[in-house]
């Protein structure tokens, strides 16, 4: 089981993709991560993606590091970092309580 299966954290996925003015969805299948998966580094494992006009961010484990971070991937590069799933979690309140103000 990963970590977005558990401690709510799907839905709080679920809530952030919602909030997002740029489609945004949570990769649940296999084939979904699969696909995905194709244009990341291979130690990247894509959980959710948000399309953006250009191309897309998609958000992944970075399994290269211990413990895994979350990474966004944009186009060719990492754009942003997260030292743990909990820290982005408290990234993702924050950043819904923002825009709800």
């Known amino acids: 089981m990963s970590p977005v299966d558990t401690s709510g954290a799907k839905e709080k996925l679920k809530r952030f993709c919602e909030a997002q003015v740029s489609r945004a969805y949570l990769l649940i299948s296999d084939g979904e991560v699969m696909c995905a998966k194709e244009k990341l580094p291979e130690d990247f494992v894509p959980?959710?993606?948000?399309?953006?006009?250009?191309?897309?961010?998609?958000?992944?484990?970075?399994?290269?590091?211990?413990?895994?971070s979350i990474v966004v991937w944009s186009d060719h590069a990492v754009v942003e970092r997260w030292d743990s799933f909990e820290d982005f979690?408290?990234?993702?309140r924050s950043s819904s309580t923002q825009r709800s103000a």
């Open 89 to 92: 979690l408290r990234w993702i």
């Open 47 to 68: 959980f959710m993606v948000v399309e953006e006009k250009s191309w897309p961010d998609v958000y992944a484990f970075d399994s290269s590091s211990k413990p895994a």
